[in-house]
């Protein structure tokens, strides 16, 4: 065999490297000069870090930390804390869970914390400015305790996961004027007695909640109802409120015009749901055919409207009882109650003589001498709804 076929590669190997790349060539990449640095300090500032950290933050006043897959605030919380004129900051997009490590930024107005991973609304210690809260599409369950933030105008929850409201008097200021609490899962008619607690509210968004479909499906229209709870309300659904809404709401719950019967009040406990659905169906029907006024349909504007309703009727829906019935129906105020704690010094169960045209009798059923929470969340309910309407 010859030199050449004995120093032949074999067929398919790859090519050798040339001569300059078989010296210059390292055994492992080299790492730039930042690389390098990275590795000597242990890790690199975050992206965050970057921004809380850049020079002339002291002086910021808005954040946007929106979509930096942000998971937990907390070691983040004195570089946010030291922006003392911090006025919005924007955390949206992220996964946080809490707001607790957001606290002591003495002029923040407005935070942004929609999409997130948030189950209950609560934080913002010493932020007494905020004024407007985005928390939007999280999976909030539950609002906390923000009586502190006691400037709150506008409060957005939408696209949440509450099935009730009843948290709201007890943990929300009364300075709030907006609330969407659109999208989310409540299925009590009843509940929504809860935001009569909420005297200066002049917004409320309720779609796409499950009481709103069922009872639009029943052909009930609780723009009425609604309005009933929050007399000053301008604008429900993103609708103004028109005269006929608001007068319309004006005689519900009522025995006579403008006032209030106890009896009808007791619809409102949530052990009386069904009754309460009657009861509306009757009065806010869907089918109903109002007359066409262009200026009772109107939104409602300053003027004298409760002048324009004194000298209405008793609503027709709510008819007094025949001479043969048992019981003679109330109506002066005050004799519907009365008749309440006489009945339960007898009988385990009070039975509340009213009728209405094609629901009859209602038995409303009270423990004997029982003065239970609901009873006291009814009696408020009353009240607000009292010094709202004057």
């Known amino acids: ?10 067929a398919g190997s790859p090519p050798p490297l040339p001569v300059s790349r078989q010296i ?9 000069k930042p690389k390098q640095q990275e590795k000597a300090n242990g890790s690199r500032p975050s992206d965050v870090e970057l921004v809380l950290n850049r020079q002339g933050s002291a002086q910021m006043t808005s ?29 949206s997009k992220n996964s946080i869970s809490s707001l607790k490590y957001i606290r002591s930024l003495p002029m923040l107005e ?4 929609s999409n997130n991973a948030m189950t209950t609304l609560v934080g913002l210690e010493e932020c007494p400015m905020v004024q407007t809260i985005d ?27 509450m099935s009730s409201i009843s948290s709201l008097p007890h943990n929300l200021p009364g300075s709030l ?66 005269r006929q809404e608001w007068a319309v709401s004006r005689t519900l719950f009522c025995e006579e015009p403008g006032i209030l019967s106890d009896a009808l009040m007791a619809l409102l406990q949530p052990a009386n749901e069904k009754r309460l659905r009657q009861y ?31 000298g209405r009727s008793r609503p027709p829906g709510l008819q007094a009882q ?52 609901k009873a006291a969340d009814i009696q408020t309910l009353a009240k607000h709804v009292r010094e709202m309407r004057r």
């Open 177 to 242: 004027s907006t609330l969407n609490i659109s999208n989310n899962e409540l299925g009590s008619l009843s509940d929504l007695r809860y935001v009569s607690s909420l005297m200066e509210l002049r917004r409320l968004d309720l779609r796409a909640n499950p009481i709103t479909s069922a009872i639009y499906m029943k052909g009930i229209d609780h723009r009425p109802f609604v309005v009933f709870l929050l007399p000053r309300l301008s604008t429900l659904d993103e609708k103004p409120v028109s």
């Open 24 to 32: 210059f060539a390292p055994s492992q990449p080299r790492m730039s």
């Open 280 to 310: 509306l169906m009757e009065k806010c029907s869907l089918s109903s055919q109002e007359p066409s006024n262009t200026v009772f349909n109107a939104p409602l504007s300053e003027g004298n409207i409760t002048t324009d309703l004194e």
């Open 110 to 113: 407005t935070v942004i914390c």
């Open 322 to 373: 025949r001479p043969d019935d048992a019981v003679a129906v109330e109506t002066l105020p005050g004799r519907a109650k009365n008749a309440i704690n006489e009945r339960g010094t007898s009988s385990s169960h009070a039975r509340i003589p009213f009728a209405m045209e094609g629901v009859g009798h209602l038995a409303l059923e009270t423990e004997n001498g029982e003065a239970s929470e």
């Open 135 to 161: 928390a939007s599409d999280n999976a909030i369950t539950v609002i906390g305790d923000l009586r502190h933030l006691c400037r709150l105008k506008n409060l957005d929850i939408h696209g949440n996961s």
């Open 1 to 10: 065999m010859s030199k050449k076929l004995f120093d032949q590669e074999p």
């Open 63 to 91: 954040l946007d930390l929106s979509d930096y897959s942000i998971n937990s605030l907390a070691s983040f919380q004195t570089s946010i804390s030291s922006l003392r004129r911090l006025k919005q900051i924007d955390i």
